[in-house]
């Protein structure tokens, strides 16, 4: 009932592996993970989200505030691996634009260079 | 199927397993059984969240039902009277610095869900949803 959050720098971007939900109980350490990882200098972040399987408005309010920093930093950010219920509530909430989906991560991490 | 809760955002995981054991158990589609975790995660989180001053323990009664062709919802709660329903929809079509970051949870339990009411009952706040098992 937990998110493992993982790091793997390639091509000057970092893939960061999200496996598990995110959720009002956890949502503010997914937060700082990203915002941590922001704040370092990492500007180009590509998620994996092949195991990423829930996500509720907690989780969807940390997301904005990620983007949001990033878009400050410069940086881009890319998902990939997005299964359909995830990526409803991302359309439900508006954000299918601000985070754009490709189909593996050798694309996202070329769309966030 | 009825569940009590403790107001500890601890307790989501429970609340989470038994939504997903008793779906499955009544043969839920798998999105609908995501869709019920997210409006139940939504509404619990609100009312741990919101709902309580005091510091003290209280109890949150979720109950289940399936009826033909849909699931009812009843969440009931004895924090301070509060109507989710009364908040604005957030704006969406905003620039990402616009963007605020609040009133997500209730707009998407509305999406969600084909129905949602609010009543102050006995001191209570209850909540009343329904959602179509059929194809949506």
Same mark, same amino acid.
Request: charged share 30%; proline share 6%.
């Given at each position: 009932m937990d998110i493992t959050i993982t790091e793997n720098r390639r091509d $000057?971007? *970092? !893939?960061v592996g999200l496996r598990g939900r995110v959720h009002g109980g956890n949502a503010d350490t997914f937060e700082?993970?990203? *915002?941590g990882l922001i704040e370092a200098g990492e500007h180009r972040l590509a998620l994996d989200c092949t195991g990423f399987?829930? !996500?509720s408005s907690a989780g969807v309010r940390a997301m904005i505030v990620v983007a949001k920093k990033l878009k400050d930093a410069g940086g881009k950010i890319a998902l990939f $691996? !997005?299964?359909q219920n995830v990526s409803d509530v991302l359309d439900i909430t508006g954000l299918l634009d601000i985070f754009p989906m490709y189909e593996d991560e050798d694309?996202? !991490?070329k769309a966030v260079r | 199927m009825q569940i009590a809760l403790k107001n500890d955002l601890k307790e989501m995981g429970r609340l989470l397993d038994d939504v997903e054991g008793w779906g499955k158990g009544h043969g839920l589609s798998e999105k609908l059984i995501f869709d019920l975790h997210l409006v139940l995660d939504e509404i619990f989180t609100n009312i741990v969240h919101y709902g309580y001053e005091d510091g003290? +323990?209280?109890q949150v009664l979720i109950s289940m039902e399936l009826e033909p062709g849909e699931v009812r919802v009843r969440v009931e709660d004895d924090a301070r009277e509060f109507n989710p329903l009364e908040? #604005?929809? #957030?704006?969406?079509?905003?620039p990402l610095e616009e963007r605020k970051v609040g009133g997500l949870g209730i707009y998407l339990v509305r999406q969600l869900m084909d129905e949602v009411q609010y009543?102050? +009952?006995g001191g209570k706040n209850v909540l009343s949803l329904r959602r179509s098992t059929g194809p949506s």
């Open positions: $000057g971007a *970092v !893939v700082e993970r990203l *915002v399987d829930y !996500v $691996g !997005v299964n694309a996202a !991490v | 003290a +323990e209280h908040r #604005p929809d #957030p704006d969406l079509g905003v009543t102050r +009952e």
